[in-house]
């Protein structure tokens, strides 16, 4: 199977050296024989790029890959606005690249995002590992979702909402207050769609040891609440959430309790 990532991780610094001279633009079909592949291939490798950086909120790195006929990106290219590709190309150009490690580091050996999705969800224990390997925030980030969507079956584990857009992979213990374990493992982790879990976040809602959805506000006197607030929120107080069946993918009663604690819930069995 060919491995996007492990050409992204090719391309990364070809890229990189471009946004240094000045944004200097390379044609897709002088990036593709640079790392070695077919022109055709190079929208897939790009693509791995643009999707890091669109979701680490970085320039648009990608906007130097151009079509040699039109000097501008083509369809695939969506991290910027076609119509001001100046101004995209400065912030790339101003933007310290040197500081960041090369994203897609991991795969330089083969190893496949797939690869360490599934040595998490296999061996949740040993998170701990597949972090070490990964280093990168932002791809840390991204293979703890992808473990969590697996082992939540993408539903949001307290609406059962199943875009995969809008599902995130929320910390119980904060990524700044928690191990490297605890930053990868599924059992420190839960997957919620953007509201629940800036909800969760505030300490609005949460979830029991015994695995049922606590809402702040269960009678609703800080109201007023519109259907569609109730829906989310107070009507699901004391239901059943939807979590993973593996106990070692559950949140351990460790990162509820850290939880609870941190938004003073008290003791919720
Ligand atoms: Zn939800």
Redesign the pocket.
């Known amino acids: 199977m060919v491995n996007h990532v492990e050409r992204a991780y090719r391309a990364w610094p070809i890229l990189v050296s471009r946004a240094e001279e000045d944004s200097a633009a390379i044609t897709y079909g002088d990036l593709a024989a640079q790392i070695g592949i077919h022109h055709r291939a190079i929208r897939y490798v790009l693509s791995v790029v643009q999707d890091y950086c669109m979701q680490e909120g970085l320039p648009p790195l990608t906007i130097l890959a151009v079509n040699a006929e039109t000097g501008n990106p083509g369809h695939g290219f969506i991290a910027w606005d076609m119509d001001d590709l100046e101004r995209g190309r400065a912030e790339v150009s101003a933007f310290r690249w040197a500081d960041f490690e090369n994203p897609f580091v991991f795969a330089a050996d083969g190893t496949t995002e797939g690869d360490l999705v599934r040595e998490l969800v296999k061996r949740p224990a040993t998170a701990k590992d597949v972090y070490a390997r990964i280093r990168v925030r932002g791809m840390l980030q991204v293979v703890f979702r992808k473990a969590l969507l697996r082992v939540y079956q993408g539903r ?1 584990a ?4 199943s875009f995969e857009d809008a599902l995130e992979a929320a910390h119980l213990i904060p990524w700044n207050e928690a191990s490297p374990q605890e930053r990868m493992d599924p059992a420190n982790g839960i997957l ?2 953007a ?2 879990h800036k909800l969760l976040d505030a300490g609005q809602i949460t979830i029991t040891r015994s695995g049922r959805i606590e809402y702040c506000d269960p009678d609703g006197t800080n109201g007023p609440y519109s259907a569609s607030d109730k829906s ?1 929120s107070l009507n699901l107080h004391r239901k059943r959430a939807f979590l993973p069946a593996a106990s070692n993918h559950r949140p351990s009663e460790e990162a509820l309790a850290h939880h609870h604690r941190v938004h003073k819930w008290g003791d919720l069995a």
């Open positions: 949001c307290i609406c059962g909402l919620l769609c509201t629940h989310i």
